[in-house]
């Protein structure tokens, strides 16, 4: 059973507003991903961390930013939402090791209007 | 860099065996996942192999590792309705400290009653 959370679920915002995405895992994993998916369509990385005050830029560009303050938060924030960020947003996490296992959360399904 | 492919689409009669391929990039110590994606819902990790391993079985799930061709199946034995969704393959590379994980653009599976 994972224990990754990722809060709203569903969020519709207006343009211009600045947003926080959570992201919380209890399993005390190292590595977390952000991900960006249309509807239907491939997983794009966006974001990713290595551990504590690490982070990365993704292949994806994005407007988006991230932060890893502890090992159980990895929150990405839009500054200004526009329409073009509509999108769901997943988030993953992982211990590298002798057995490494990537769970995600349920995933943030944004929409701005 | 990584790169993960699968075929887009496939249909298979309900009770039937399925099988979703994905090729994948190099790497001499990388895990490969299957996960499952339900219409608005986030990733369920299916199952997992790592590189040293030819063969993977879990109830109806069986996994085939081809590392000659670089080439990874899922086989849903008994297919169900069910189990209709998008089927993504991953790649994890190993490396110090820098694990990425990479996705291909997922498979669409379809059940025909």
């Known amino acids: 059973e994972a224990d990754i959370y990722q809060t709203p679920r569903y969020l519709v915002i207006g343009t211009g507003k600045k947003i926080t995405l959570e992201c919380s895992q209890t399993?005390?994993?190292?590595?977390m991903y952000w991900y960006q998916q249309d509807p239907g369509m491939e997983l794009h990385l966006i974001h990713y961390?290595?551990?504590?005050?690490?982070?990365e830029k993704g292949d994806l560009s994005s407007e988006s930013t991230v932060s890893r303050i502890r090992t159980e938060h990895f929150p990405l924030t839009l500054e200004s939402a526009r329409p073009s960020h509509t999108s769901q947003y997943l988030c993953?996490?992982?211990?590298?090791?002798?057995?490494?296992?990537?769970?995600f959360g349920q995933g943030t399904r944004l929409t701005v209007v | 860099g990584e790169d993960v492919e699968q075929s887009l689409f496939l249909s298979v009669r309900e009770g039937d065996s399925s099988v979703i391929n994905c090729t994948y990039t190099?790497?001499?110590?990388?895990?490969l996942y299957w996960y499952k994606q339900e219409p608005g819902a986030g990733l369920q990790l299916l199952t997992y192999?790592?590189?040293?391993?030819d063969m993977k079985q879990d109830q109806r799930l069986t996994v085939l590792l081809n590392k000659k061709d670089k080439h990874l199946s899922l086989r849903i034995a008994d297919t169900q309705t069910g189990d209709s969704a998008i089927y993504f393959c991953?790649?994890?590379?190993?490396?110090?400290?820098?694990?990425?994980?990479?996705f291909g653009t997922g498979t669409r599976l379809t059940i025909i009653p």
């Open positions: 993953a996490s992982l211990r590298s090791g002798v057995s490494t296992e990537a769970f």
């Open positions: 399993m005390g994993h190292d590595k």
């Open positions: 961390s290595y551990g504590v005050n690490s982070t």
């Open positions: 190099d790497s001499s110590s990388t895990y």
């Open positions: 192999i790592f590189s040293n391993m």
């Open positions: 991953a790649e994890l590379v190993l490396g110090f400290g820098n694990e990425k994980l990479t």
